[in-house]
């Protein structure tokens, strides 16, 4: 009954892989995507449709951009991505911290978190995208133009 009760709490190498098989599929989905915009450029006509908020009204949502900016990306010129999307750029870092952390947690059989952050800062987030959204659009925010 001990022995039993001493090896109830591990888990097998393969039980840890079959828990980070998500995290893993999110890693692999985009890997792909930077490896098809890498390989096929945004900046060629006919490769990706329009932006539809642009193409209906003129104007740069806040992701208009990021297929130029995955491109340059993936051909590690982080200037051009920063003067294409600077927002897509900025918010890399904290992805990939969310992944490690939802990956590591998977593995360690520890319960993965239902919530990102703390809701005030994804409504700072929100409200970031909202005025880049704005600004980019504006006469004195035509930097953040891609």
Not at 29 to 45: E, I
Request: glycine content about 10%; overall charge positive.
């Amino acid at each position: 009954m001990t022995l039993h009760l001493a090896t109830a709490g591990r888990r097998t190498t393969r039980e840890r892989l079959r828990a980070v098989l998500a995290p893993l599929g999110v890693a692999a989905a985009t890997g792909a995507v930077f490896v098809v915009v890498g390989l096929r450029d945004p900046n060629q006509p006919g490769h990706y449709p329009t932006c539809p908020f642009l193409w209906a009204t003129g104007l740069f949502c806040p992701g208009c951009g990021t297929l130029r900016t995955i491109h340059a990306l993936a051909h590690g010129d982080v200037v051009a991505a920063l003067g294409l999307n600077p927002l897509a750029v900025a918010t890399i870092p904290f992805l990939l911290f969310w992944w490690g952390r939802w990956a590591l947690r998977s593995w360690q059989g520890r319960p993965v978190r239902t919530k990102l952050a703390h809701p005030a800062y994804i409504w700072g987030f929100f409200v970031l995208v909202i005025a880049y959204w704005i600004v980019r659009n504006l006469p004195f925010g035509a930097f953040l133009a891609p």
